[in-house]
């Protein structure tokens, strides 16, 4: 399977390394700017391309890891005289009806739901894949790239997808942002975020036998309102914090109910 | 150690047996009712009491793990008759002076930062302890007990205690409330959160190795308008979602600069 990848980003990069480690070629990374694309080129042992016009025009398989906002302006540029190609993109949030306009027949979506950064290699063995295709063949074909870096392979729809997306936003990325809270209190208090890893660790090993509603626990589910008031007076200086802090503690507290 | 156990919620039930395991003899459980100081007593091998005139008087550590707020009611009466034991609390956001009032000369803070379930039984071996004691003495017990069950053993200072807690409150309790946002809007579509585990255990192990501030990814941090604003529509029908959705992510947006 001869792909390009076109992206050079925290996905793009992620999904290369795994896409080559599982003996795929990639024989070509597009970026908008030299230098990605080089970089990771580099890495994937391809070739970096920031011309659209340089792309391929015989790969078998394009896989599109780019910002969302981006395809818009790319695409209708990037598919003509590529239509004969399987088109798949990998965003949680963009229906696979986007690619309907551009007169393609064979077109997909290659939906990896995980958190990716380029200082980080992730392992993709049990990363959920999320596929859905214009036909069986193009299913067929997915399948068999993605269950060559994954177990966890699964179809879903564009409207399960968007929201596999929406709550995968609050399990990852707004998570990491209660942890980004903790952090800057603890730095600005002398006090090291490492003595919160074990508590970290705890809570999202938690969830896999209790529900996470089940699994609550601190000041706003036992609403021991003498306790809160404390944090919202030492959070005086973080309006922001403090917003959401109330805000945390009034979900937390109704949903129990 | 002769012990006995004031309480026997989520953490007494959990340090209960952990005390036990280390070979500490906890000799009564106390609780409000009966039922529940039974059900404990029954786990530590131990006899429960509901009465506080019927808490033994000959222990020589007594580690009180109430609600904060019934801190003020029952200690003067417990305290009573009792005042040569070592005495501590277990709270985050109680400051050791709150034992001033009332004429002792051992007492301390043993904060073991974790959340505890009754439900789930929790390794001891790398909870952090934070230690404070009214003096050397009163600390090489704590932290001889302490060190009995963890190897992550600290002092803190109970000024730097209610940060801890403060951020245990982020990085735990209101990471879980985005797991269960998560897991209700997925159950709300027929989707299983088990698709969100190897998600969330990734996000947890992420942050062992890079600040979570850097981190971060998703549609706040590239700010993709785009996602937030197709998000926000999937969210019409939940307005504290909603609300938590839209702060969240300027908060996110906003610690990127």
Redesign the interface.
């Known amino acids: 399977m001869k792909i390009a990848l076109i992206g050079a980003g ?1 996905l793009a990069t992620n999904l290369g390394r795994a896409l080559v480690e599982a003996g795929h070629v990639v024989c070509q990374v597009y970026s908008r700017t030299q230098v990605s694309a080089d970089a990771l080129a580099l890495k994937l042992e391809s070739r970096g391309v920031s011309d659209l016009a340089e792309v391929v025009t015989d790969a078998q398989l394009y896989i599109v890891a780019l ?3 981006a395809l818009g302006e790319v695409l209708p540029i990037l598919i003509k005289g590529r239509e004969y190609a399987l088109w798949v993109h990998t965003a ?2 963009v229906p696979i009806s986007i690619w309907a306009e551009y007169g393609l027949k064979h077109y997909g979506v290659f939906y990896p ?5 380029k ?2 290699e ?1 392992s993709f063995s ?3 894949f999320f596929l859905e295709a214009s036909g069986k063949m193009e299913m067929d074909i997915l399948r068999s790239v993605a269950t060559s870096m994954s177990r ?1 392979v ?1 179809e879903a729809s564009s ?2 997808r ?25 730095e ?2 002398g ?1 090291s ?1 490492d ?10 090993r ?17 609403y ?4 809160i008031d ?2 919202l007076a ?2 005086a200086d973080h309006p ?2 403090r ?3 109330e ?2 503690s ?3 507290h ?2 129990k109910d």
Request: aromatic share 8%; hydrophobic share 45%; glycine share 2%.
């Open positions: 925290n910002k969302d906002s949680g949030s739901m995980q958190t990716f950064s200082a980080r992730v049990d990363i959920p966890n699964h409207e399960q968007r929201y596999l997306h929406l709550s995968a936003v609050f399990a990852c990325n707004f998570a990491n942002a209660m942890y980004t809270a903790s952090a800057r209190l603890l600005e208090h006090l975020f003595a919160m890893l074990p508590l970290i660790d705890e809570t999202a938690k969830v896999h036998a209790l529900h996470p509603a089940d699994a609550q626990t601190g000041p706003a589910v036992r021991d309102r003498n306790v404390k944090h030492l959070l922001l914090y917003e959401l802090y805000l945390t009034r979900i937390i109704e949903e």
